[in-house]
Each structure stands twice: as C-alpha cells, then as structure tokens.
C-alpha cells in the first residue's frame, strides 16, 4: 500500500494545492528553441527565442528568479531525438497556496517562457561559447607546414 505522500502524479484535482507539485507547470526546452518549428514545439516567436536551451539552463534561470523548480527525467512527445541532450522537464510553481504569484514580475506560463529566452543568453556558459569560437578560427594560419609535401 502506497501513502498519498508517494502517489504519483497522475490527475489534477481541484482539492490541491499550489504548492503540490500536481499545479505546478510544466515547461520543456522545446517550448522556446529557435530552432524549432510550432509544428514541433516551440510556444514563442522565434525572434524571442534561444538556441538549443537545455534544462540545466533554465533550471538555473528560474533558481534565481526566486521559483520553485523540480526537474524530471521526461523526453517531449513531440521530439524526434532520444539522446540525453533534449531529455528534462522543468515543473515551476507559479502561486502561493493563497493563489498569490510567487514572482510578481513573471504572474504567468507565457512570461515564464518569455523570461527564460531574455536570461538565457546572459548566463556566462553562453558568454563564454561565443567568445570561445573567436580564438579557435585565428590559429589556422598554421597550414603552411604541410604544403611541402603535396602529392605524391
């Protein structure tokens, strides 16, 4: 016999709170990759979005937002690829048990989403992929080394 404490989370009920991790949302990395089409997922303009978040990124970015973030081992339905890299689900609670929000600034599933694709970029694991790139094309100059032997 399973206590309610273990049950898993299966139905909504009108009965739970906000805080029960039942109410809270759902987000995947899906929901805001540039990279997808609505077709496959993506709820935000494309414009808005982010290249390839992951869910450690946004985990990170909702954490310092003041949520309550849980993190499951789930893959999108709509995803085509199994690999690890576009496994994770973010559950956030949004309201308090009063039905307040949690973040005054971010009330809601869209401006969750929304702030998620403005932080992102700013997070220094993305800072430092793009200055990183720079550096790695300039030591190319080194191919003179090998022209001497050509053809054979």
């Not at 971010?106 to 993305?126: A, N, Q, W």
């Amino acid at each position: 016999m399973q206590s309610s404490s273990t049950a898993p989370l299966l139905q909504w009920s009108p009965d739970k709170k906000h805080s029960d991790a039942e109410r809270w949302i759902c987000v995947y990395p899906a929901y805001i990759n540039n990279k997808k089409t609505v077709a496959q997922g993506r709820r935000i303009a494309k414009e808005k979005c982010v290249e390839n978040p992951t869910y450690q990124e946004m985990r990170d970015v909702l954490v310092a937002a003041g949520f309550k973030v849980g993190v499951e081992n789930k893959l999108y339905s709509r995803e085509r690829s199994k690999e690890l890299l576009y496994r994770g689900r973010l559950r956030v609670q949004l309201k308090n048990n009063d039905g307040t929000p949690i973040n005054k600034d971010i009330p809601t599933r869209d401006s969750v989403m929304l702030h998620l694709c403005e932080m992102i970029p700013k997070l220094k694991t993305r800072q430092n992929k793009s200055g990183g790139e720079q550096p790695q094309s300039n030591p190319s100059s080194g191919k003179g080394k090998g022209k001497g032997k050509g053809r054979r």
